[in-house]
């Protein structure tokens, strides 16, 4: 089933933000926008993906955009709850984030996972849309979360493959040497702060060949921290951010209502 001619995006010129026209992004947290508050946005997050959708949709009334991420939410959930509705929204471009949960917090196999990932990004792509996925970010200086690069590593490489199959684009996070950067994190650690979101933002355009506004904007410079310092930083962030937050996926219930998707339904970029 196919809803139109697969674009090319191969060129070395860049596109202009017409060539989509119905944008449905899906994930966790990540894809909601977490970190980057702000309360005229729908759920009250603006995130990277919205800034997207800013941007393509400047000057149209045409342009529809869905967000159907939830926070907290595993690459098989993901896939259950939000890979049927967006194919229903017949959109023309997807954006896929996935997994990261999984690896972080379960230890999860990442070959099992990108077969998981690989056959529902072989569905979006039967259906004429161009398909961004993307690689996980390089926790390499942060304390823990630093044990699982392994993992994300051989789990990029195959999301690497899965897009050359299936001729979608890589948004490489873990090339995006600008989040080595700690302002572009959220004090979580977990999440980006609006200046990494804005960053992401712009890598996306212009891995999709899209001319975009989105200037780069270069973080304070930071006092250098002694060891002493650093060390007392980290027991902080492990107390206050990355154990409630562990201590909440245990006794999460399971009866609990999953958290609803920020903007379920197609519609314009402002004022839905």
């Given amino acids: 089933m196919a809803y139109g001619p697969r674009r090319d995006i191969t060129s070395s010129a860049a596109w202009s ?4 026209s ?7 947290s990540f894809t909601a926008g977490l970190g980057d508050p702000e309360p005229l946005s729908p759920g009250g ?3 990277w993906a919205d800034r997207i959708a800013e941007e393509l949709s400047d000057g149209r009334t045409d342009f529809r955009y869905a967000n159907l991420a939830v926070s907290g939410l595993l690459l098989r959930q993901i896939l259950d709850r939000q890979l049927g509705p967006a194919i229903a929204l017949r959109p023309d471009l997807v954006t896929l984030s996935a ?3 999984d690896l972080v917090f379960h230890r999860s196999d ?3 996972l990108a077969a998981d990932l690989d056959a529902a990004v072989g569905m ?3 259906t004429g849309a161009t398909i961004v996925l993307f690689t996980g970010p390089d926790w390499r200086d942060t304390p823990l979360l630093g ?3 392994g993992r994300v590593a051989v789990f990029n490489e195959n999301i690497r493959t899965i897009a050359a199959r299936h001729h979608g684009v890589i948004a490489d996070l873990w090339t995006l040497r600008q989040l080595s950067d700690p302002q572009m994190w959220d004090p979580d650690r977990l999440h980006f702060s609006p200046i990494g979101h804005h960053t992401i933002a712009a890598m996306v355009l212009e891995s999709l060949g899209v ?5 780069p904007l270069e973080p304070r410079p930071m006092p250098a921290a002694s060891w002493r310092d650093s060390k007392a930083g980290d027991l902080a962030w492990f107390t206050t951010y990355l154990l409630p937050w562990m201590v909440r996926r245990v006794r999460k219930r399971s009866d609990a209502p999953p958290l609803a998707p920020k903007r379920p339904e197609p519609g314009p970029v402002y004022g839905s």
């Fill in 17 to 20: 933000p017409g060539l989509w």
């Fill in 22 to 28: 119905r944008y449905v992004a899906l994930g966790d």
């Fill in 45 to 47: 997050m603006r995130g």
């Fill in 99 to 101: 997994g990261g949960n």
């Fill in 110 to 112: 990442p070959d099992r």
């Fill in 124 to 126: 979006l792509s039967a």
């Fill in 147 to 149: 044990h699982n690069r």
């Fill in 211 to 215: 001319a975009h506004t989105l200037t």
